[in-house]
């Protein structure tokens, strides 16, 4: 494989490069080149790459995926017959306060690069990395690949919109593309603005845990190397242009529930939790059937108490790497976001009388 890899720099992006090219890694023997790209937005680290910039299969450019002449260049000048994209606004919260960085990067930047593809030719698979938001809530059961996008979020719509656009192109263009949508990942190099990274390193640092609403939100837990071992089996995938595959681990768990192992695994005491004005038009749950992908052989391979316990050792063992990333602009926007709402916050779940 000769490939595009975009948002190469962010959390998913980094996980999934060191995968391919890392000493061991499990991809190594399948990459011939890979160009990785990234604007270095405030959620890109280069840092996370820079190790490997040694390897001769290896290049990274700067650049913003919605510049549709720069992605046709490398296109042509490296002749990549694979795109992975990853490039997104990738945070609920940031997507309420301002959507212009979501509808530029996930809808205007997705367009580009399948255009660029179409232009160019000679790519055998576009790999669109979606996301189980665009289900929506889901009350009862679990979503299938069939299952209508009723978006709740600006991230959620921005993600749906370019997954309509994926597969218009591909039916109407036969750009040879495909789309994952996988549930909420957790792991190493994730930035510490989403639930699991956020409490871990504040629970580290002895700081308050805010966790929204009552607490009982449900999200479907799987850790990013799975993710990544997933979206290395679809691309290889026979004949699955035009299709969604879902990728989830399948297990949900309560925001408290996981708050309390993070609270565990840190030694920190239960009132380091504060209850905090909830997020507007929080999807409830999410819950993702991820049978057709394990039908083709694909399986999760880390369970959530160790997957966490592993997180939890990365951060302890590199507090450099999310001490400087928590640095800068990342104070200014956890003002914003979290300094009133703490302190309205609460120890117990509202409506309920706090803890003595
Ligand atoms: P992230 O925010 O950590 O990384 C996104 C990367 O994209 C950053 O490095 C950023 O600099 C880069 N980027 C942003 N705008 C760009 C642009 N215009 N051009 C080039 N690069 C740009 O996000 P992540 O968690 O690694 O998510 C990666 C992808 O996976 C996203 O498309 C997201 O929607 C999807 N996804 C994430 C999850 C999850 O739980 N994190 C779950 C399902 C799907
Ligand atoms: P998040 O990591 O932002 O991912 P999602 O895209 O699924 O919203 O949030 C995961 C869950 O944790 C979600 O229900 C919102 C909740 N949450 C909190 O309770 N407190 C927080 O500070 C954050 C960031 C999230």
Excluded at 43 to 49: P, R
Excluded at 72 to 84: P, Q
């Amino acid at each position: 494989m000769r490939l595009l890899v975009t948002g190469a720099a962010g959390f998913i992006g980094t996980n999934f490069v060191r995968q391919a090219l890392e000493a061991g890694g499990t991809a190594a023997s399948r990459v011939e080149r890979l160009v990785a790209v990234d604007l270095l937005t405030y959620a890109g680290n280069f840092a996370n790459l820079a190790d490997l910039s040694a390897d001769t299969h290896f290049r990274f450019e700067r650049l913003d995926i919605a510049q549709r002449d720069a992605m046709e260049g490398l296109l042509r000048e490296e002749r990549l017959d694979t795109i992975v994209n990853f490039a997104a606004e990738s945070h609920v919260d940031r997507s309420i306060a301002d959507q212009a960085p979501f509808l530029h990067t996930n809808l205007h930047g997705t367009l580009a690069l399948l255009d660029a593809a179409r232009t160019v030719g000679g790519v055998r698979r576009f790999l669109q990395v979606s996301t189980d938001e665009v289900y929506g809530s889901i009350a009862e059961g679990r979503a299938t690949e069939e299952w209508a996008a009723r978006p709740s979020s600006p991230y959620a719509a921005s993600k749906t919109a370019a997954d309509a656009f994926v597969l218009a192109y591909a039916t109407t263009f036969d750009v040879p593309a495909v789309i994952t949508r996988c549930s909420n990942n957790y792991g190493p190099y994730q930035f510490p603005e989403k639930l699991i990274p956020l409490f871990v390193t504040n629970a580290l640092d002895g700081h308050p845990l805010p966790l929204y609403g009552d607490g009982q939100n449900v999200r479907d837990w799987i850790h990013v190397s799975d993710h990544c071992a997933a979206l290395w089996h679809v691309l290889e995938l026979p004949g699955a242009e035009g299709g969604i595959f879902n990728v989830s681990a399948e297990d949900e768990r309560p925001n408290r529930a996981v708050t309390d192992l993070i609270l565990r695994l840190t030694g920190r005491p239960p009132d380091l939790v504060r209850y905090v004005t909830d997020r507007p038009g929080h999807d409830r749950r999410y819950a993702l059937d991820a049978g057709r992908l394990r039908a083709t052989g694909w399986r999760p391979r880390h369970g959530f108490e160790d997957g966490l316990a592993a997180t939890v050792e990365w951060y302890r063992a590199h507090r450099p790497w999310w001490e400087g990333v928590k640095s800068g602009a990342y104070r200014e926007y956890y003002r914003e976001t979290y300094g009133a709402r703490l302190r309205d916050a609460s120890g117990a779940p509202p409506g309920t009388a706090p803890r003595s």
